[in-house]
């Protein structure tokens, strides 16, 4: 292989070359998205939250939380935090409710994308279960109440740059995603079959 690199003309060896540096590009733009999420996981960098089970150990010392909601423009769902702040305890497991609301008349699909501020907090902030670990459905008229169950990991008392964090604040913002046809075929014979889609 490198013989015959040597062999080529100069303009062959520069062909070579950008061909190379082209396919390295490619690669790296390929693997930055996963490699940039997994950065962010492990620091938590830019607000990212963890993921894990509860804490094994509970502080008196509380920290207050608060919920903020938001969705894309062309996003129809109504969308709110059941309630707008919570305090607990350090390394205490939290439960609390978003509400989402479909007005159309149609079936619509979101993903939840969220971070946590201050940024410095995303490392100790962990979800234990989330409505944002998958995609969500709601019906035509439907409405729901969808959980988030977290706790903040008491660590967080010694990091010099987040111990003095006072309030975290929760954001969501809900995205359209598309329904496969197939997945839509489903629910709608899933709502055909309720025993409730006949009542008058």
């Not at 950065?39 to 509970?58: I, L, M």
């Not at 935090?81 to 919570?86: D, G, H, S």
Request: aromatic share 12%; net charge negative.
């Amino acid at each position: 292989m490198i013989q015959a690199y040597r062999n080529l003309s100069g303009r062959g060896r520069t062909a070579v070359l950008a061909s190379g540096v082209a396919l390295f590009m490619a690669g790296m733009g390929w693997a930055a998205v996963p490699l940039y999420d997994l950065f962010c996981r492990v620091t938590g960098y830019g607000g990212t939250t963890q993921v894990g089970a509860g804490s094994d150990r509970v502080l008196d010392e509380t920290i207050r939380i608060r919920f903020d909601a938001s969705r894309a423009r062309d996003f129809p769902w109504e969308f709110r935090p059941v309630e707008r702040t919570m305090e607990i305890r350090l390394g205490e497991t939290g439960l609390a409710f978003y509400e989402a609301y479909n007005p159309t008349d149609e079936p619509v699909a979101g993903t939840a994308s969220y971070n946590v501020s201050p940024y410095e907090a995303g490392l100790y902030f962990t979800k234990i279960d989330c409505f944002c670990f998958e995609y969500q459905v709601l019906m035509p008229g439907e409405r729901v109440l969808m959980p988030v169950t977290f706790y903040v990991d008491p660590d967080i008392l010694d990091d010099r740059e987040a111990r003095d964090t006072h309030t975290i604040t929760l954001s969501y913002t809900f995205h359209r995603t598309p329904l496969q046809e197939a997945e839509l075929a489903a629910l709608q014979a899933t709502e055909a079959e309720s025993p409730d889609s006949g009542a008058q």
